[in-house]
């Protein structure tokens, strides 16, 4: 790729950028955040320019924004947030900046005072009026992890546990539903309780998200139970579903809250695979002492 079209691609995903801001600034309610977005947007039309100045004219005219980007981001804002929406595009930035100081030397002499600024831009000011976002959605996040995350690990465990004890998934599947529902109520009740104290949350939602997510999660991992019918595919199944919804939210929380996705995300399976092998164990021990024989039960 020639400097011309580096020049060009980088000035397309200014636009890009620029054009994406502007959106999610037009589509937000709070104030605040719309005052963020913008600053953001005019900051990535303001590289969009500079890049565009080292084009010929002709081909500065050639630029146009990706919009099947903008349209997708837009739509993802919907469903997961503008924290998270604006915090992913910033990932993106960190390897920008890479590129951008290799850059230096075919930048010409003139524009090099304007080209530190763009990298300082990327490296840190971008990341200030992100910070600066604030949504409601985040502050509850924590109940609804809490009800996935107990749910995976709770539930794979009652599963696993019946693996030693009965050769029907059909019992399987609705012990894991009423255990599953049982809990439900007891996690939601103590989310409920526990925010009676955080004067900035509200209780009840805060109670309903965490047995939402929770009986969500037990329906999700239950399902496998009463669609195949042979006891260990179905596990292996019910499992598989687990740990994808693992990844789902461990990457969702490493995105908002800048952790470590790898780490929490084998932390968190390690955690559902050991209980799932303790209570096999268990299982298999009272099958055994009680003589009961999994294929015909």
Not at 67 to 90: C, D, Q
Not at 93 to 102: C, L
Not at 195 to 208: C, P, V
């Amino acid at each position: 790729m020639n400097m011309k079209d580096i020049f060009a691609w980088n000035a397309t995903n200014e636009l890009t950028e620029y054009v994406v801001y502007h959106r999610l600034a037009q589509m937000e309610k709070n104030p605040e955040n719309r005052a963020a977005l913008e600053r953001l947007s005019e900051q990535e039309h303001g590289h969009y320019d500079f890049w565009k100045s080292l084009l010929p004219e002709a081909d500065a005219k050639k630029i146009h924004p990706r919009h099947y980007t903008v349209w997708g981001i837009s739509f993802l804002r919907i469903a997961f947030g503008v924290t998270f929406i604006t915090k992913f595009l910033e990932t993106h930035e960190t390897g920008a900046v890479q590129k951008y100081q290799n850059l230096a030397a075919s930048i010409p002499e003139s524009h090099r005072e304007r080209f530190a600024q763009i990298i300082e831009d990327e490296k840190s000011h971008e990341r200030a009026l992100i910070g600066q976002l604030k949504e409601r959605r985040v502050s509850y996040m924590g109940f609804i992890v809490l009800g996935l995350a107990d749910a995976i690990v709770e539930i794979t465990g009652v599963h696993a546990g019946f693996l030693g004890v009965t050769g029907s998934t059909l019992i399987a599947g609705v012990a894991g539903v009423i255990v599953g529902f049982s809990a439900a109520i007891s996690m939601g009740s103590a989310s409920y309780l526990q925010a009676k104290q955080d004067t900035e949350k509200s209780a009840l939602l805060s109670g309903f998200l965490t047995w939402v997510s929770y009986f969500c999660s037990v329906v999700l991992l239950a399902l496998p139970y009463f669609l195949i019918h042979v006891m260990l595919p179905a596990f292996v199944v019910s499992t598989s579903v687990g740990i994808l919804l693992v990844a789902g939210f461990t990457f969702y929380g490493a995105v908002v809250f800048d952790r470590k996705f790898w780490r929490e995300f084998a932390e968190t399976v390690g955690l559902m695979l050991a209980t799932a092998l303790a209570t096999f164990l268990l299982g298999a021990v009272v099958g055994a002492a009680f003589h009961i024989n999994p294929a015909s039960f």
